[in-house]
């Protein structure tokens, strides 16, 4: 075998950039032309690099850099088949005719905007009431960004709310602490950490369903206790918090201490879900039908259908919202009151979010989503079907009303007919999934993680990640199951997945390991010697590859 040397492709690049390439003569590469004949002809296509991190000092035509960035971005992934991530990638026609006529407008402008606005009033109260908002309560509420913002909000009025009661006690109020499960998103625990609450991150376990363990709650909580941060669908296998065995415990709590502990659902995927399914919440009550839940939170661009940019956040009463954090603003010609953390946004996802409201109505929702339930069943039984995989998620197994024996191989994957979401397990539309046991004890040279990475080859983007802290030896892979999800394109899901795990299991020389070390597409960054450059050392082992997967604390890659 012939030594090969390594090639620098930056310094090559950068020698052939330099190069006076000539043919009989002729010289071929000229800098600096210009031509308008196509977007290919200018000194931004072969004939010069593209500033990248400087300000270029002449300008391009603007088809040239329209093309060029476009050719770049061909090397993201498909929307579509990333399976990886819950928010939405698909609207109606006429929804993203609706917010391309509306991208100019401001949120921030009421004045401006008061039809917006109009429709913006009019999606709190739709929302409320869909979450059980009481006609005796005064509901209150906001669009945000997103669900991270709206769960800063929902954590801030508790913490607000919490200092005014302790100092109205003549009390100590420095020590503020807040309880959430180990399967928390990362906004979580942004909260705590931006707003100097101690975070009481509390562990699961496969007893709990990966999910937080009311009997930890009980023994966590105290009079510092600003709230209990409860989920509505969990980020890593989908299934639904207990509330109002939560709600219990505190209510228990508050009686024998007199202590009062409230609850802020985040609801960033379960809130457009478990209102529409027959399934609900599996039974129990989650939402303001529960007294001790003052806040609720949901991600419009999630299960709310609409594009990336909006999100949800309702409390039962504006009692909860306590009136210093709200500001009136003179501004623009007219009075306006905020309680947000960003100031300008984009309106058109509200207008969006509203079309979708009217134009789906309660009916349109439910079909939506029980058909999301149904394809992600039909994948988890597919799944389970094959020997190899097992699933951690839980929302096709059926409940104990309905459990009963089904006949034949095609009843036990495509279910009987006439069933609903209400006669399984209640959750997200998500399929966690891992090789089982046996599977490894037979194939101990192949790793889960090659499934994922042979998945990513055919334009699929399933993840592979450890399950939270104290369950992080196990590995899964996640599929969430978007609207978009259709059955035809299910069928090439499933039918790729056991193809690729059948190379794997037929190829015993597959060594992925090199595809584990290869920066991202369109990723130009040095990886070796990212210290000497400048980096931070966290930086640098980021860069370098040898950061950590999973932090101390919360998974920081699931969303």
């Known amino acids: 075998m012939s030594l090969a040397r390594h090639i620098n492709p ?74 990886a991530s819950f928010v939405g990638t698909y609207m109606e026609p006429n929804a993203t005719q609706l917010m391309t006529e509306n991208l100019s407008k401001n949120l921030a402008d009421n004045d401006e905007y ?13 929302i409320a009431h869909l979450w059980g908002a009481k006609k005796t309560e005064h509901a209150v509420g ?29 009390l100590d109020a420095s020590k503020p602490n807040i309880i959430m499960g180990a399967n928390a998103q990362v906004a979580l625990e942004k909260f705590a950490r931006y707003f100097d609450v101690e975070a009481r991150i509390l ?28 989920i509505m669908g969990s980020t890593y296998t989908g299934h639904y918090e207990p509330v109002e065995e939560i709600s219990k415990i505190l ?23 478990a209102p529409f399914t027959h399934a609900q919440a599996g039974g129990p009550k989650w939402n ?17 259908l609409v594009y990336a940019g909006v999100g949800w956040i309702i409390w039962r009463d504006e009692s909860y919202l306590p009136q210093h954090l709200v500001f009136e603003l003179h501004y623009l010609g007219g009075t306006e009151k905020s309680f947000t953390l960003n ?41 389970e079907a094959t020997g190899w995989y097992t699933c951690v998620s839980d929302i096709h197994r059926r409940t104990g009303a309905s459990s009963g024996v089904i006949s034949g191989a095609k009843q036990a994957v495509l279910g009987q007919e006439g069933e609903t979401s209400a006669d399984y397990v209640a959750g997200l539309p998500v399929v966690s999934f891992r090789l089982t ?89 040095p990886r070796k010697h990212a210290k000497k450059a400048g980096f931070s050392e966290e930086s640098a082992q980021v860069l370098e590859g040898k950061a950590a997967r999973l932090a101390d604390g919360i998974h920081r890659s699931v969303c």
């Open 288 to 304: 303001f039908e529960l007294d001790r839940v003052k806040s609720i939170n949901t991600s419009g661009h999630k299960y709310g």
């Open 142 to 170: 906001s669009a945000t960004t997103g669900s991270s913002e709206a769960i800063h909000l929902g954590g801030l009025a508790m913490k607000r709310r919490w200092q005014e009661a302790r100092k109205a006690k003549g």
């Open 437 to 525: 046991d046996e599977f490894h004890e037979k194939f101990p040279h192949i790793k889960q993680e090659s499934v994922s990475l042979l998945m990513r080859a055919r334009q699929w983007i399933i993840p592979n990640y450890a399950l939270p802290p104290h369950e992080d030896k196990i590995e899964i892979l996640r599929v969430v199951i978007r609207e978009s999800m259709s059955l035809d394109l299910l069928d090439r899901l499933i039918s790729d997945l056991v193809n690729v795990t059948e190379t794997l299991i037929d190829e015993d020389h597959v060594d992925l390991s090199i595809l584990q070390k290869q920066k991202p597409a369109g990723d130009s960054r």
């Open 343 to 383: 100031f300008s946004r984009p309106g058109a996802q509200i207008i969006v979010q509203y079309y979708n409201l009217i134009h789906l109505g309660f009916n349109g929702y439910r079909e939506i989503m029980e058909n999301c339930l149904c394809n992600a069943r039909l994948l988890s039984k597919s799944l």
């Open 203 to 230: 562990p699961v376990s496969k007893e709990s369903k990966y999910r937080l363990d009311p009997e930890l709650v009980r023994k966590n909580i105290d009079e510092n206790t600003i709230g209990v941060f409860v």
């Open 251 to 273: 209510d228990e709590y508050q009686e024998e201490t007199g202590v009062d502990i409230p609850i802020h659902v985040d609801a960033a995927s379960g809130g457009f879900v």
């Open 114 to 126: 008061p039809a917006m606005m109009t429709l913006h009033e009019r999606c709190v109260s739709i």
């Open 10 to 83: 930056e310094e090559l690049v950068e020698r052939l950039h330099d190069a006076h390439l000539t043919e009989d003569g002729l010289q071929l590469r000229q800098k600096m032309t210009t031509s308008h004949l196509t977007p290919y002809s200018t000194k931004y296509a072969s004939e010069a690099e593209v500033s990248k991190y400087e300000l270029p000092k002449e300008g391009a035509p603007a088809d040239s850099v329209y093309q060029l960035i476009r050719d770049e971005l061909d090397l993201d992934g498909k929307p579509n088949l990333n399976l």
